[in-house]
């Protein structure tokens, strides 16, 4: 686990378990081991979930809004083939935050799968524009 320090209040964590890419980093908060271990076990099943998946980022942020409100923002995002997936959860406790984004990127992967499958079981026709000659069998 290597461990780097980003900026006044930036922390970030890269963690690689078994060939699954998982980068944890916190803004404006201290990322505790407690915090850290709690990600990895909620992104465990997005890994089972898709092989193909390159890396996971978890970016961990704090907002405070008055003295005693702060407001705790989870964002996620899947490196995999094709174009990335982003989701973002904003409540007032970090594991509910964690939770909420985690769900949201299993949707997406289920969601991205179910559209493979579909696209994989019913091929559609591809229509040219162009006048080809007609193949002669000999």
Do not use: W
């Amino acid at each position: 686990m290597a461990r780097s320090v980003y900026g006044k209040h930036q922390t970030k964590d890269n963690i690689n378990m078994n060939n699954e890419d998982l980068i944890i980093s916190g803004r404006h908060l201290e990322l505790t081991e407690s915090l850290k271990i709690y990600v990895r076990e909620k992104t465990e099943k997005l890994f089972r979930h898709e092989d193909r998946i390159v890396r996971i980022r978890f970016e961990l942020d704090v907002e405070h809004i008055h003295a005693k409100d702060n407001l705790f923002r989870a964002k996620g995002i899947i490196e995999i083939n094709g174009p990335d997936m982003v989701a973002s959860e904003t409540s007032e406790d970090m594991h509910k935050s964690i939770d909420l984004c985690v769900g949201k990127l299993d949707r997406m992967i289920r969601r991205r799968a179910r559209i493979q499958k579909v696209k994989r079981n019913h091929p559609h026709s591809v229509e040219i524009p162009a006048d080809l000659p007609k193949v002669v069998n000999a």
